[in-house]
Nanobody, 122 residues
Framework: QVQLVESGGGLVQAGGSLRLSCLAS????????AGWFREAPGKDREFVAA????????YSADSLKGRFTISRDNAKNTVYLQMNSLKPEDTGIYYC???????????????WGQGTQVTVSS
């Protein structure tokens, strides 16, 4: 298994940008697909983005395309989420995940970070 630690969250004004990072332990991170999920206040956990093991493929939720981009650097055991044009409704806790199945279902992922808070002011 792997251990994941998110960083990069914070308070930002609407229209601003943030780049989240997720650092994975171990030297087998490249064997796992990776994803980002978020939990807004009072709402269920929702899919944000996913990326393949070799970083050749990645995608964001339809509602986030054009604003959110996932990437990874296996040499650094790190996955990133670039967030642009942030909106107040993007506020929530953002979680990094790793697993065996490439997709948008949270149940596909076995390993989770503790989350990082993103707050977008209006």
């Amino acid at each position: 298994q792997v251990q994941l630690v998110e960083s990069g969250g914070g308070l930002v004004q609407a229209g601003g940008s943030l780049r989240l990072s997720c650092l994975a332990s171990g030297r087998t991170f490249n064997e796992y697909v990776a994803g980002w999920f978020r939990e807004a206040p009072g709402k269920d956990r929702e899919f944000v983005a996913a990326i393949s093991r070799d970083a050749g493929n990645g995608y964001s939720a339809d509602s986030l395309k054009g604003r959110f981009t996932i990437s990874r650097d296996n040499a650094k055991n790190t996955v990133y989420l670039q967030m642009n044009s942030l909106k107040p409704e993007d506020t929530g806790i953002y979680y990094c995940a790793a697993g065996e199945i490439y997709g948008a279902d949270a149940g596909f992922y076995s390993f989770w970070g503790q989350g990082t808070q993103v707050t977008v002011s209006s």
